[in-house]
């Protein structure tokens, strides 16, 4: 199967400081990964799509100087949540998707907590 | 307008039944697929089945079965013989070509399996 890892799983941090999340497809290419947020109780929510050494397509309303992402590689995709505030807090999923199958394949998610 | 409509915020099912939970979409797209998937309180999002537009036959993964009717817009999960370890939040999502591969998901429903 297709793994995908995310790291760290939990962060806790002060107001104002930038946050990275790593994700991580471990068995396969990613040619696409997407970042989702959700609130507690709610669906995910689409933030953006990234493809390897491309700028990454944010969604209506997301800021992207503020989410920063970063597609470095096949394998490698980073969300950097700068000047975190407590609203930022909240669970941050990644997926990957390889260029031959139609299913994302999901990260374990990250819970941000911004103090 | 809403794309995936979950209109079972939570459902109750006896352990050994089965249990179908509803999911409806809306696009204009002829070129779409449709996901299913699970996610227990660790949070991690799990896939379940997936359903293309111009699949001809259901979709059926082990208790897992997909009721696909195009003409109605609906993508119903049924699980059979119903497990304690299916309790968990589900998801109902699609993805229109036309989007770039991005997958929208529904609200969610909240299955509770009783002993």
């Known amino acids: 199967g297709a793994v995908v890892s995310q790291h760290p799983s939990w962060v806790i941090c002060k107001s104002g400081t930038s946050v990275k999340i790593e994700c991580r497809s471990l068995?396969?290419?990613?040619?696409?990964m997407f970042w989702y947020r959700q609130f507690p109780k709610q669906s995910l929510m689409l933030m953006a799509t990234?493809?390897?050494?491309?700028?990454?397509?944010?969604e209506q309303g997301v800021e992207k100087d503020k989410f920063l992402i970063n597609h470095a590689s096949l394998t490698l995709s980073t969300l950097t949540v700068t000047s975190a505030h407590p609203e930022d807090s909240s669970f941050y999923i990644c997926?990957?998707?390889?260029?031959?199958?139609?299913?994302?394949?999901f990260g374990p998610g990250t819970r941000l907590l911004v103090l | 307008a809403q794309k995936i409509t979950q209109t079972q915020p939570g459902m109750f099912v006896q352990e050994k039944e089965a249990v179908t939970l509803d999911c409806t979409y809306d696009t204009s797209d002829p070129s779409y697929g449709l996901f299913w998937y699970k996610q227990p309180s660790s949070g991690e999002m799990i896939f379940l089945i997936y359903?293309?537009?111009?699949?001809?036959q259901n979709a059926t993964e082990g208790r897992y079965s997909l009721n696909f009717q195009k003409a109605r817009k609906s993508a119903n999960l049924v699980i059979s013989a119903s497990q304690l370890g299916d309790s968990a939040m589900y998801f109902c999502a699609m993805r229109e070509r036309a989007g770039g591969f991005k997958t929208i998901f529904g609200a969610g429903t909240r299955l509770f399996v009783k002993a």
């Open positions: 990234s493809n390897e050494g491309s700028k990454a397509t944010y």
């Open positions: 359903q293309g537009s111009y699949d001809q």
């Open positions: 068995d396969f290419q990613a040619t696409t």
């Open positions: 997926s990957a998707r390889r260029l031959t199958e139609e299913t994302q394949y």
